[in-house]
């Protein structure tokens, strides 16, 4: 039995240069723009069975602007980044750069406070894991591109350094194919997303 996870990357909510970390942000206008733009190509994901999204303000209104009417899911929330949420990477790093580097170099740092890189990945890996598996069963859910990042380092089982090489674009898809376990990173054209 093997179930299909699509994460979709959730809308902007501010310039990518000014990415915050656990940013709580609305969509602005270049985010409603851009689902309107991509929804041609991400609506057809509404016909699965199961659609999730993170907590966030975007993640929500990027789902729901698709049709996807998903149930939020706590396990699918941002890392917790302690004393730092709401900064940028570089105001962290004004203020703290020997706990940014040693965040940045440890993946079970938490100099902030908060979760740390690994605590974060296998958070979601777990929610990943406990999906219900239904042999052809297919699952969309709309977050955080860090939470698309994380799924991706524990589907691979790739060790959790490779987290900082992964750019994912917002409403940018990835999809995961298998069980828990045993997951496979399966990338798609425009053609053949449903």
């Keep these: 039995m093997h179930l299909r996870v699509t994460f979709v990357a959730a809308a902007r909510s501010a310039s990518l240069l000014a990415e915050r970390f656990e940013d709580d942000r609305p969509l602005?206008?270049?985010?409603?723009?851009?689902?309107?733009r991509a929804a041609h190509e991400l609506v057809p994901l509404a016909a699965a069975e199961l659609r999730y999204c993170s907590p966030t303000p975007r993640s929500r209104a990027t789902g729901d602007a698709l049709g996807y009417a998903p149930l939020v899911q706590l396990?699918?929330?941002?890392?917790?980044?302690?004393?730092?949420r709401?900064?940028?990477?570089g105001e962290a790093m004004a203020r703290e750069?020997?706990?940014?580097?040693?965040?940045?170099?440890?993946?079970?740092?938490?100099?902030?406070?908060?979760?740390?890189?690994h605590a974060f990945i296998t958070r979601v890996g777990g929610w990943l894991d406990t999906r219900p598996v239904d042999d052809g069963g297919r699952v969309v859910a709309v977050a955080e591109p860090s939470?698309?990042?994380?799924?991706?380092?524990?589907?691979?089982?790739a060790p959790p350094a490779t987290y900082w090489n992964i750019d994912v674009r917002p409403l940018s898809t990835a999809t995961l194919t298998g069980r828990s376990g045993r997951w496979n990173l399966?990338?798609?054209g425009t053609e053949g997303r449903a």
């Design 28 to 36: 602005d206008q270049a985010g409603w723009d851009e689902v309107q």
């Design 186 to 188: 399966r990338l798609d």
């Design 147 to 157: 939470v698309v990042r994380a799924a991706i380092v524990y589907a691979l089982k």
């Design 75 to 84: 396990a699918l929330r941002d890392c917790d980044m302690g004393r730092w």
């Design 97 to 117: 750069p020997e706990a940014v580097d040693a965040w940045l170099a440890d993946p079970r740092a938490t100099p902030h406070g908060g979760e740390s890189l």
């Design 86 to 89: 709401g900064f940028t990477l």
